[in-house]
Nanobody, 119 residues
Framework: VQLQASGGGLVQAGGSLRLSCAASGRTFSSYAMGWFRQAPGKEREFVAAISWSGGSTYYADSVKGRFTISRDNAKNTVYLHMNSLKPEDTAVYYC?????????????WGQGTQVTVSS
């Protein structure tokens, strides 16, 4: 599966953004999907994940209550709704596809989309 992330940009602290990740291929609905991020000088970190059906989700503690992951299998797209953004959310955000909802072990990765939160 090929993944294409979009929706990043510059936003003020407290603002919102919605990231999208469009997938190619007919098997999108069989994959768990995840969002990760990498800030300058830091390692890539897990942000959120959703099961193939959308029935289960999991979040990093740092974004819980502010970010929401969702998916539309009819559109082969997964979303990351980001609210109450903080400067520390600034990073390149990546989407990934894997066999199970998890924080690691994803098989396919998209290119990143830059999110910059100004204070």
């Amino acid at each position: 599966v090929q993944l294409q992330a979009s929706g990043g940009g510059l936003v003020q602290a407290g603002g919102s953004l919605r990231l999208s990740c469009a997938a190619s291929g007919r098997t999108f609905s069989s994959y768990a999907m995840g969002w990760f991020r990498q800030a300058p000088g830091k390692e890539r970190e897990f942000v959120a994940a959703i099961s193939w059906s959308g029935g289960s989700t999991y979040y990093a503690d740092s974004v819980k209550g502010r970010f929401t992951i969702s998916r539309d299998n009819a559109k082969n797209t997964v979303y990351l709704h980001m609210n109450s953004l903080k400067p520390e959310d600034t990073a390149v955000y990546y989407c990934a596809a894997g066999g199970t909802i998890a924080t690691i072990g994803y098989d396919y990765w998209g290119q990143g989309t830059q999110v910059t939160v100004s204070s």
